[in-house]
């Protein structure tokens, strides 16, 4: 069965590094997402991309976090500086053409020291 | 304001027991609505889904929701709880993914 892959599956990094955070997709799917669960809080939306560009974001996705797909296969969120409340786990997703619901990778658990 | 409700952080039931997890919506208009599983360190599993039509949706794992339009709700229930359902539950609502929004979750202790 298809899934979204994640990598890695647990990041450490220092604050005020940059991280970049792997995704790859489903392989005809065309609108994938970025999530985050800070411990012990609810799943929030960060922002979507289509067709090469964001579609939709949340006020969360400030000027720190950018997204790339920067090949026919993967999809990146990049965090310019951590912070320690950058410490999350970010969930990728995608949907296909029909755009109802989401298939969620396994997650990458970012802890920001 | 679109928001989620799972009153319940935590619920214990035994196994063989029937469960039944709440949860109620704020939405400008009947959205699609979702339940998702999270077992320890996996990821979101897909649980059932509701768009339109038949009320009562069936979803995979034995599990079970009805969408209530004049309560707000879409309560997931499971007839026999087996000691692999012990995870976290999540309600979500939305129209499309970039969309949704996610209830707190309820996490699901199953006694021997």
């Known amino acids: 069965e298809p899934e979204v892959t994640q990598t890695p599956s647990h990041q450490v990094t220092q604050m005020g590094q940059e991280v970049i955070l792997r995704c790859v997709p489903i392989s005809n799917h065309l609108y994938f997402y970025w999530y985050r669960q800070i411990l012990g809080q609810k799943v929030e939306f960060l922002v979507s991309?289509?067709?090469?560009?964001?579609?939709?974001k949340s006020e969360i996705f400030d000027d720190q976090f950018s997204v790339e797909r920067p090949d026919g296969s993967n999809f990146t969120l990049k965090i310019r500086s951590t912070k320690l409340e950058d410490s999350a786990m970010y969930f990728c997703?995608?949907?296909?053409?029909?755009?109802?619901?989401?298939?969620f990778g396994q997650g990458t658990r970012l802890t920001v020291v | 304001a679109q928001s989620v409700t799972q009153p319940d952080i935590h619920i214990t039931v035994s196994e063989g027991a029937s469960l039944e997890l709440r949860c109620n919506y704020s939405y400008g208009a009947t959205p699609y609505l979702f339940w998702y599983v999270q077992s320890p360190g996996q990821g979101l599993q897909l649980l059932l889904k509701?768009?339109?039509?038949?009320?009562l949706v069936q979803g995979i794992k034995g599990f079970e929701a009805e969408f209530k339009r004049s309560q707000s709700s879409f309560n997931l229930r499971k007839p026999s709880v087996h000691w692999s359902d012990a995870a976290e539950y999540f309600c979500a609502v939305g129209h499309h993914p970039g969309d949704m929004r996610f209830g707190a979750g309820t996490r699901l202790t199953v006694k021997p």
């Open positions: 509701y768009f339109s039509g038949d009320t």
């Open positions: 991309f289509y067709n090469n560009e964001i579609s939709e």
């Open positions: 997703a995608s949907s296909g053409t029909g755009r109802t619901e989401a298939f």
